[in-house]
């Protein structure tokens, strides 16, 4: 109960600082008062206020600068993203999850790349592609990993979207840090058609056809993430 108690507390101290910055229209690099200024405006405790701003700086919404104190930072989901890999090493199970929220975003963008594929943008996955096959024939499990990345990225380079990369890039990184990544022959295979199907609707430039390929590429991923979690039991 004591536990809740303190949890509860910061909760709304949180919140008492975000109202505390918008009220005063604080604005990213403008310093916060001093932790004993907040605890005396807002009514609470120093160790609350404390492990209030902790919480804002986990977020992105605070930062500390050493002798200098407190600042509004201007926020970015990035910031959140990157702590996604610490959640899932505490609960392995949200990385179907993740896995969910990447595929419906990946198969509704990639609709786009095929009424909208560029001859510089073709070349450049034809290129992936090509190395990706040689991965395969060569049993280069890094290589592949290093490909599959830049293949996704170039997928969506021109779409102006930061946040969705960043949610890729973190997905596959925790992957290949977990060794989840494609690392059989099989896989390797595997991964390589899917992508060659990918190519191949959207050069035909079919969308429909193209968010199917990209929802069958990542039941393959699916299938090994099962298995790391079956390995996990």
């Known amino acids: ?131 990706m096959k040689e991965c395969v024939s060569t049993g280069d499990v890094i290589g592949n990993r290093e490909v599959d990345y830049v293949f996704h990225n170039e997928l969506y380079s021109d779409l102006g979207n930061g946040l969705l990369l960043e949610l890729i890039n973190t997905f596959v990184e925790f992957m290949n840090e977990a060794g989840i990544g494609a690392t059989t022959d099989t896989d390797l295979r595997e991964n390589y058609e899917a992508h060659l199907r990918l190519i191949q609707a959207i050069e035909d430039g079919d969308p429909d056809r193209t968010s199917q390929c990209m929802a069958d590429h990542f039941a393959h991923a699916e299938k090994r993430v099962k298995r790391y979690l079956e390995n996990l039991e």
């Open 1 to 131: 109960m004591k536990n809740l108690k303190v949890e509860v507390a910061y909760r709304a101290a949180m919140a008492q600082l975000r109202n505390f910055i918008e009220k005063n229209e604080l604005r990213p690099g403008d310093r916060l008062p001093t932790e004993t200024e907040l605890a005396q405006t807002m009514g609470i405790s120093r160790g609350t206020v404390r492990e209030a701003l902790k919480a804002l700086e986990a977020l992105g919404i605070v930062e500390t600068k050493r002798g200098e104190g407190m600042f509004v930072q201007a926020f970015s989901f990035q910031t959140i993203l990157r702590n996604i890999p610490c959640s899932i090493v505490f609960n392995p199970r949200e990385l179907l999850e993740l896995l969910e929220v990447r595929k419906a975003l990946e198969c509704q963008f990639v609709r786009s790349i095929a009424t909208e594929l560029t001859e510089h943008k073709q070349a450049k996955l034809r290129e992936y592609l090509a190395a």
